[in-house]
């Protein structure tokens, strides 16, 4: 069996940037950062930070993104990042699962408060009581009661059933072990194998993997065309951003390059910068109450949360702003040797994002990201 090095697993972290609150004022008059503009503040963060690779969108409604990508794709090659390269966004794939799990609801396949021992009544005899009454909202906030990971060690030390649908039933199954020791509800704890069981979910109610429901229900209508899942590259070819490491070493050809496939649905997607600026676009529509993929009255519980314990909405996005009816979305997420970073103000019609294909928090691509949030934040208040 081979071990797996990855030293932590896709996850959320916030800087003291993100809790400020975004004031901004481009209007029609004043557009903003134009796109040579940011070209040139991509250089110049790579160049202070020096990391390979860094990719920014810049999203206003009603007008046209603002995206660039600078650098390349591995250090010591010549090949340059392109618009069409996909960046790991690692646990920014959590809202994508929360969005099809709202489709889900709509359908009138599943409730935002079924619990698991309806979804899965085959495992439900064998599990603590606690954790039969966990439903998708408690998953969605990370106020189930699951740990951060519980049987997806097994995962990380190489274990596979084959494909992701079955390493996600096994997931499920091997719930069994755990032990609960906060009712739902109850306690924060960010879970990436909540965010397992809420793909598993999807497979069930949706009948069809968490990938093709993603695929259908998500990317086809958005126009989404530049996207894949895991690590990205084929061997030794760097066709895709290669991931580094926090010292800005290349992983090695034969290195692990990516958490495992169960991982699938809390974070392992890859979108061209312009591709995750439709994916952000979508967002803001539905945080705002405007026409999009969900009912208004659908995506208004969306950007909630039912428990106070938890920073998370129902959709995945953390709630940071501290200003009263005024709703600012951010999230973060790394493999430890990618990083992304987005954050959405609705009622500004704004958004940015950052993308880098080097490390994880604390190091020059977590750095360079949230340097480059905090000029983008300023440049748009002139």
Same mark, same amino acid.
């Given at each position: ?17 993100? @809790?400020?609150? =975004?004031?901004?004022?481009? %209007? ?10 940011? +070209? ?9 930070? %020096? =990391?390979?690779? *860094?990719?920014?969108?810049?999203? &206003? ?13 591995? &250090?010591? %090659? ?5 618009? %069409? ?17 709202? /489709?889900?609801?709509?359908?009138? /396949? ?28 408690? *998953? @969605? +906030? ?22 992701? /649908? ?11 072990? *755990? ?18 069981? @809420? ?20 990317? #086809?209508?958005? !126009? ?32 692990? $390059? ?30 705002? !109450? ?7 009255? +659908? ?28 709703? =600012? ?7 430890? $040797? ?17 993308? +880098?294909? #080097? ?17 983008? &934040? ?5």
């Amino acid at each position: 069996m081979r071990m797996l090095r990855l030293a932590s697993r896709c996850c959320v972290f916030l800087a003291p940037l993100l @809790l400020m609150p =975004v004031r901004v004022s481009g %209007d029609d008059k004043n557009p903003g950062i134009a796109p040579a503009e940011l +070209t040139a503040l991509l250089e110049k963060a790579r160049a202070k930070h %020096d =990391v390979p690779a *860094l990719a920014a969108g810049i999203l &206003r409604v009603g007008a046209k993104p603002c995206v660039a990508v600078v650098g390349v794709r591995r &250090r010591g %090659d010549e090949a340059l990042a392109t618009a %069409d390269d996909q960046w790991h966004l690692g646990s920014n794939t959590k809202p994508m699962t929360a969005l099809l799990i709202a /489709l889900l609801i709509e359908m009138g /396949l599943l409730d935002w408060d079924t619990p698991l021992e309806q979804i899965f009544p085959e495992h439900a005899d064998q599990w603590h009581a606690d954790l039969k009454k966990i439903t998708p909202q408690h *998953l @969605l +906030t990370h106020t189930s009661g699951l740990p951060g990971l519980g049987p997806l060690n097994w995962f990380l030390l190489g274990g596979t059933d084959g494909s992701p /649908l079955k390493d996600r039933e096994r997931a499920v199954k091997s719930l069994d072990t *755990l032990k609960m020791t906060k009712k739902p509800g109850e306690k924060y704890e960010y879970s990436n194998l909540g965010y397992v069981v @809420l793909g598993a979910i999807i497979d069930r109610r949706g009948k069809a993997p968490w990938e093709e429901q993603l695929e259908k229900k998500i990317f #086809q209508p958005l !126009g989404i065309k530049h996207w894949s899942i895991g690590p990205g590259n084929a061997k030794d070819a760097a066709t895709q951003p290669w991931p580094h490491k926090n010292d800005g070493k290349p992983v090695a050809a034969d290195g692990v $390059m990516d958490n495992p496939q169960v991982l699938n649905s809390a974070g392992r997607v890859r979108l061209s910068v312009s591709d995750y600026t439709s994916f952000l676009a979508e967002t803001l529509k539905l945080a705002r !109450g405007d026409k999009g993929l969900l009912k208004p009255a +659908t995506a208004q519980k969306l950007f909630n949360n039912p428990y106070a314990v938890s920073p998370h909405t129902l959709s995945g996005w953390l709630s940071i702003s501290k200003q009263p009816n005024k709703l =600012v979305l951010a999230h973060d997420g790394s493999n430890t $040797m990618n990083y992304c970073t987005a954050i959405l103000a609705p009622d500004q019609k704004l958004a940015f994002c950052v993308l +880098t294909n #080097q490390g994880g928090p604390g190091g020059p691509g977590n750095r360079a990201c949230l340097d480059l949030l905090r000029q983008f &934040r300023e440049q748009e208040k002139r």
